[in-house]
Each structure stands twice: as C-alpha cells, then as structure tokens.
C-alpha cells in the first residue's frame, strides 16, 4: 500500500464488509454497528459500515467525518461494494470496476400516464412547455493522484445511485435513457457529495453482482462478486 494513501473502505452493509475482508470474522462481532470503525489486519487500512440507501449512508458519514476528517487515520475514504450493470453496456457479472461519478436516478415525479420525469428536466420546464437545456447534478470521486496502481487500473464506469433499485426492463431502458449511466447502486452519490463537503478524497469500486434489468435473483452472483472484489483488493 502507497505510504500516503491509507483507506477507509466505507460498505453499506455487514454483508459486503465481511465479504470482503472475511478474515474480520475472528476479531469482529457478527454485526458492527453503524459507524464504528474497524481496522483491518497487516496495516491495510480501516473500514466502516454505513447503512443501505442514500438517506442513512449520508447521516452516517457525515457524523463519522464530522470526528475525524480533520485528525482521522485514514486519508482516503473508498466506497466498496456490489452493483447492479444496466444491460448493453459493455459490462458483466464478476467485473470489478471503478465509479467516477454518479447521478441520483429517483429524483423527480411520476406524470399522469406513469412515465417518470427526472428533476433536472422538471426544473428546466417553462410555463408555457418549452424546455431549456438541462442535465442532472454530476457528483464526481476525486483525483486518482496519489491512489495504488490497482485502483487506478480499473475501468471507470458512471454511476445511478437510486433509493428504489431497477425491477424491469422498461426502466432500466429508462434510466440508462434519462442518465446515460452503466451501473446502478444505492450510495454513491452521497458519498462524493458528502466527502467532498468535508474535503476528503474518495472513489467507489465495486463488484458488478447482477444486471439492474427485470428482478430475478436466481440469476444474482452476490457471493461471487464480493469474491472478486475481495481479491481485488487484496492485490494492494
């Protein structure tokens, strides 16, 4: 590991944080609390679970960075976990890649007829119909200057972070449509938006676990994304 680049690899949940660092098992209770920090074994850095979703993920790191961003022992905070790959996007199960940037996916309303309309295209309409040009807010991961080589090798995708994850076809056309997005998760964008209000540098890996498509978990690969993704890491 480069000498000043020490992570905190922040999860969304017991199951990734184990899933990747099995080896915590031995020294760490089933389940850690929210925000308690864990340091890993062999000077690899610390982790940290923070909770599924936008809402919890933001509260917690913000308490969490509100403590040690100044004085913390980490200098990186690297979002790590599994994802779901919107179809046709060049991507499979069991790659593990890097998230330059997100965008929120659910922000918006519902029209009369069902279809959804993203906020970034409802601000952008007049009274009168017409639509200016508009795009959504872009969070973005931070400089990849001073990260191990592993990390900066990895294939960078964009990112949806979203509350309610894609259960069909029609919506993930959608989605990729509204957003020109390859991956989708539940956390990202908190993450940027919040590390970069406390001026820390951050990134997101993950493991592509399952594609964000029709809802069919016999065809998930959890165990085996997080495999990958944990020896991934492992190779820092």
């Known amino acids: 590991m480069e000498d000043n680049f020490v992570p905190l690899f922040a999860f969304a949940s017991n199951l990734e944080f184990f899933g990747v660092f099995p080896e915590c098992k031995s020294f760490v209770q089933s389940d850690i609390r929210l925000g308690e920090i ?3 074994p062999e ?8 909770g599924v979703g936008l809402l919890e993920f933001a509260t917690n790191l913000s308490v969490l ?24 996007r060049g991507l499979d199960v069991g790659d593990v890649i890097r998230v330059d940037s997100e965008v929120v996916g659910d922000l918006g309303v519902v029209e009369c007829d069902g279809s959804f309309t ?10 009168n119909g017409s639509v200016a040009q508009a795009s959504a807010q872009v969070y973005e991961s931070s400089s ?3 990260v191990p080589a592993w990390l900066s090798k990895l294939k960078p ?10 259960g069909t076809a029609s919506m993930a056309a959608d989605r990729v449509r ?7 998760s539940m956390e990202g964008a908190a993450c940027f938006s919040i590390c970069h ?31 990958r993704l944990r020896m991934a890491i492992a190779a820092m």
Do not use: M, Q
């Not at 040690?68 to 919107?86: D, M, R, W």
């Not at 993203?118 to 009274?127: D, Q």
């Not at 995708?157 to 894609?166: A, E, I, K, M, P």
């Open 65 to 88: 960075l509100s403590r040690f961003a100044a004085e913390g022992p980490f200098t990186h905070v690297v979002l790590a976990g599994i994802c779901g790959a919107y179809p046709g």
């Open 178 to 184: 509204n957003f020109n997005v390859d991956v989708e």
């Open 144 to 146: 990849l200057r001073g």
């Open 197 to 227: 209000a406390f001026c820390v540098p951050c990134c997101e890996i993950r493991a592509v676990s399952n594609f964000a498509t029709t809802r069919d978990k016999s065809t998930w690969r959890i165990k085996d994304a997080l495999d």
């Open 118 to 127: 993203p906020w970034h295209k409802v601000c952008s309409t007049s009274a």
């Open 43 to 50: 000077g690899r850095g610390f982790a940290v679970v923070l």
């Open 157 to 166: 995708v964009s990112g949806l972070s979203v509350n309610c994850c894609t």
């Open 38 to 40: 864990v340091e890993l």
